[in-house]
């Protein structure tokens, strides 16, 4: 990339880590980690790995006080976040996902629940840019793209967006994600196509997909052998009646997606029973339910419009909008839930490095 002009504000800061630590809590554009200094030069290094321009605008309005990203400005906040230059275009991939419209990124950050961007990567890039999808992929390895790309996603939204807890975001309790959440999918220990492919990409593109998650709800089990009845167990387990998307509206049936992150022992079971991925978001769908009489009968009139004719209070409307990933490490014991927020749709972008 020819060298241009930077736009951003220059500012002198003490060149001990620890005053640079303090000035970013003092100023409000840390994020309670320590973080690094994104000099011009660091920026640069990561700007030559985007074939944009740094003016190039990525998203007009970042909710959810409205600022506008250009990818210098998200170069900037992935220097502080630790990233690398192979990491900026799943930075810059990450950010277009949530600003799409259907994402409702204003309602995520407005919302008194727990939701923020969740990414999951898929692509042949997952090792090289240090993409978790074993062990501890969601919270524990050390991959340095891992971290540091949900990070830099998080201070996006901090810097560029404005999203401070109290104020522009009234989040109840927030998440650990709010620091960032990035993780991959183990492709080659799936039994189905990679989550990117079942959307429509292809399998040589590295695709960043962004869910509004509400959190990490870990499921178990160790008595069933049969992937049928484990598969009853795990419909009937994420359609927990507390849920965002078990409110009583028929529009949250409707609307979002869930997340099912299934570890690879558990994969290559189920994969054996539903060859096809479509027959297991399916047998999900016919599952995951509740009884119209497991409400408190004050309350119960509110869900009736929602029941099927056997009194079934479903999740969702439609198979598709279960999401299964494979990831995790191989241990036939877990599986993870994100669950949907409600009011937002997942999407996915392809992403583009330097040509």
Known sequence: MTAVELASERREVPADPLALYELSLTEGWGDGLPLLP?????????????????????????HPDGGQATVEQIAVNAAMAG??????????????????????????????????????????SRDRAGIEYGY?????????????????????????GRQHAGTTTKSCFGQPARLGLCFGEWEEMSPWPSLAEQLGFRREQDVVHAHAGMGTMPLCDNKH?????LAYLLARTIAYPAGNKMLASEHMMRIGQVVLAINPDWAARLGREFPDVDDFKVFLHENAWQPLQL?????????????????????????????????????????????SWGETEMQSKAVVHAA
């Open 38 to 62: 994104p000099t011009e030069s660091r920026v640069r290094e990561l700007l030559a790995a985007t074939r944009y321009q740094p003016d190039h605008v990525v998203a007009d309005v970042m």
């Open 83 to 124: 990233c690398g230059p192979e990491h900026l275009p799943f930075v810059i991939a990450g950010i277009e996902a949530i600003c799409e419209p259907a994402f409702n990124l204003y309602g995520v950050g407005a919302t008194t629940g727990s939701a923020f961007p969740m990414l999951m990567v898929n692509g042949p």
């Open 136 to 160: 501890s992929c969601m919270g524990g390895a050390t991959g340095r793209g891992s971290r540091t790309i949900g990070r830099a996603v998080a201070l996006c939204l901090r810097n560029i």
């Open 225 to 229: 052998e049969d992937a049928r009845e």
């Open 295 to 339: 409400w408190p009968e004050s309350t119960r009139h509110l869900f009736e419009g929602r029941a099927d004719a056997n009194g079934h209070v479903r999740l969702n409307e439609r198979p598709e909008q279960f999401v299964i990933i494979v990831c995790g490490g191989q241990v036939s014991l877990h599986a993870v839930l994100l669950p």
